[in-house]
């Protein structure tokens, strides 16, 4: 399998201390200082949860505190959604299929029931028998039959997911297991803007492999400049997103994947098929105030093609925007996002 980033962040320094213009009494200057320095003071961390690494940065004078919550929200969440962590709550459930989970799995479990449901089912938790059929959760691959496919598919179908708000009991049915894999990332990226936001931190950035999330604008004003990579070249971008107070995040076909006799399998399955999505997009960014909304898209959006993403989208343009990359390597972005993406490539507004 080969792991590669999708978005990478392009980070243009900070200054450390605002110039001001004009006559001011040294002691009203000295404190103008003092507060410049401490709305800029950084603090940053890696974190390795969820599969993946995680950088976090944070700018002012709690941007420490900010670092130190979030690492412990990220370890905390991440013990609670494993699917291959004995402890975790989603471990348990696979095994036991009725349990009382917390407030967090219970709200994202109905979050992805609903977008499934929206979606006509291009989205759906409840896949996770086939990934592991398909070997990625253990990294032992293998291409499995058509009947095999076909006696785990007929069991897929999150909408027979029973939740009790009232208990925040779940009940899965006998062979179902579900896997938070494709919206958690972008929840914990929600969770921590929330926690830099109550530490009073204003500017800040976290990346959770390749999922962005901008806190408010850097400390100079300006947007988080995200690059936005070629689904064909690491080294190069096809575009870059001037971000603020949001998350970017993409999925494409060449995230995870394994090579057999000659061709290519990636992770993103489609839940009609129970096989690699093979429709006409080669990667997906969703641009949202929503974490969490913004993982759960890219996926979907993948999933359904171009012509149903873009559709998809102008139902739901108010929600969020996208970058859409074809199979023909054609850039297509919404039209809410054209004054802050640019790129040395053409590319396609596309409009409600």
């Known amino acids: 399998m080969k792991l590669k980033k999708l978005i990478c962040i392009v980070m243009v320094s900070v200054l450390g201390v605002l110039s001001f213009a004009g006559c001011a009494k040294k002691q009203d200057e000295k404190k103008t200082e003092t507060s410049s320095e401490a709305s800029t003071q950084e603090a940053s961390a890696q974190v390795f949860a969820m599969d993946t690494y995680m950088n ?20 905390r969440l991440d013990q609670l959604w494993s699917a291959v962590d004995k402890n975790s709550e989603i471990y348990q459930l696979n095994q036991k299929k009725k349990m009382k ?3 967090e799995t219970l709200e994202l479990i109905e979050f992805a ?3 499934s449901k929206e979606s006509n089912d291009a989205f759906d938790i409840s896949i996770y028998p086939i990934v592991e059929l398909w070997g990625f959760p253990t990294q032992k691959y293998r291409v499995p039959s058509d009947s095999e496919i076909q006696k785990l598919l007929k069991n897929v179908n999150s909408q027979k997911i029973k939740i009790n708000k009232k ?5 899965l049915e006998k062979n179902m297991k579900i896997d938070l894999g494709g919206i958690a990332k972008g929840y914990t990226s929600q969770r921590i803007a929330k926690i830099y936001k109550k530490d009073g931190v204003k500017s800040g950035v976290i990346s959770l492999g390749g999922n962005v999330q901008a806190i408010g604008t850097k400390t100079d004003g300006s947007r988080w400049k995200v690059g936005v990579q070629s689904p064909d070249d690491t ?6 997103y001037e971000a603020a107070d949001e998350a970017v995040i993409t999925s494409g076909a060449y995230e995870r994947y394994f090579e057999k006799d000659g061709k290519t399998y990636h992770h993103i399955i489609d839940p009609a098929t129970g096989k690699p999505s093979e429709k006409d997009l080669k990667s997906v960014t969703i641009i949202s105030k929503n974490g969490t909304l913004s993982d759960t898209l890219s996926t979907t959006l993948f999933v359904m093609g171009k012509d149903k993403a873009i559709s998809y989208w102008k139902e739901h343009s108010k929600e ?3 970058i859409l ?3 023909n ?15 040395d490539s053409d590319f396609t507004v596309i409009k409600k």
């Open 325 to 327: 990359v074809d199979e």
């Open 235 to 240: 080294e190069s971008m096809i575009g870059a």
């Open 56 to 75: 976090l940065k944070a700018y002012g004078k709690n941007a420490q505190k900010a670092v130190d919550d979030a690492k412990s929200e990220i370890e």
């Open 320 to 322: 969020f925007n996208m």
């Open 113 to 115: 029931k609903k977008k």
């Open 101 to 103: 989970v917390s407030d």
């Open 167 to 171: 208990t925040n009991v779940v009940t």
């Open 329 to 343: 390597n054609k850039v297509y972005i919404s039209q809410g996002i054209k004054d802050h993406f640019s790129s």
